[in-house]
């Protein structure tokens, strides 16, 4: 797949921009699915955050950008109704948008509804991830970010990347979400790690990394 990790959705002209080269066409003739599920799993989530977050009414912009057509895959589902179905639905789609809340939730369920083992067959669509959405395709998250506990515990994540990420760096409503904050965890990790703020994004194709932003980064090295 080719990624567009982000910390707070599509914020500025240059991750928008950094979106629409990544779909090799304009939005407006792109298929999309978007997927609430991480919100459920953590504990500032709500069905209200859920309905906010595919109506648009956020301010996380994804699903709102003018999409051809825009669908909901919550992945809590698929177990109950057969690949089959849900499979097709993935495949005629060209991105799928992912939502923030808890990665190991989204990640346990990635898992369950077979989501996962299915991406390395999706080379050419594009997975948009704000926050946990972004966080679920690294090795580890790291234990600051540990709130629902998954069946197996740690902090494990799919590791379709080999980097960590720390989003909402600076945040005003974050106030342990400073550069010393990411300094201490990044030092708890064996593996490289950015922390990004609400302006920034990370894509990923073909292996290869770029940071896009109009905000401030740090990357850690291992």
Not at 78 to 95: H, T, Y
Not at 153 to 174: A, C, M, Q, R, W
Not at 198 to 205: F, K, M, R
């Amino acid at each position: 797949m080719k990624l567009l990790l982000t910390s707070a959705g599509i914020k500025n002209p240059t991750i928008h921009n950094a979106l629409v080269d990544l779909l090799g066409k304009p939005i407006a003739d792109s298929n999309a699915l978007c997927i609430p599920t991480a919100g459920y799993g953590h504990p500032m989530g709500s069905p209200g955050g859920a309905w906010r977050f595919i109506t648009g009414q956020s301010s996380t912009p994804m699903c709102e950008l003018g999409w051809k057509s825009l669908g909901v895959l919550e992945l809590t589902a698929l177990p109950s109704i057969g690949a089959e179905r849900w499979v097709p639905w993935v495949r005629e789609a060209d991105v799928l948008l992912v939502n923030g809340g808890d990665a190991l939730y989204l990640c346990h369920w990635m898992r369950e509804s077979g989501l996962a083992d299915l991406l390395p067959s999706l080379r050419d669509k594009v997975w948009v991830g704000l926050s946990a959405g972004s966080m679920v395709m690294t090795p580890r998250i790291g234990a600051d970010f540990v709130e629902w506990q998954p069946p197996t515990g740690g902090d494990s994540t799919l590791g379709v990347v080999d980097f960590s990420i720390f989003p909402h760096l600076d945040h005003p409503d974050l106030p342990e979400n400073t550069m010393a904050d990411a300094t201490r965890w990044a030092a708890d990790l064996p593996n490289p790690a950015y922390a990004i703020d609400d302006d920034t994004a990370i894509t990923v194709t073909d292996g290869t990394v770029e940071v896009v932003s109009e905000g401030h980064w740090k990357l850690f090295s291992a």
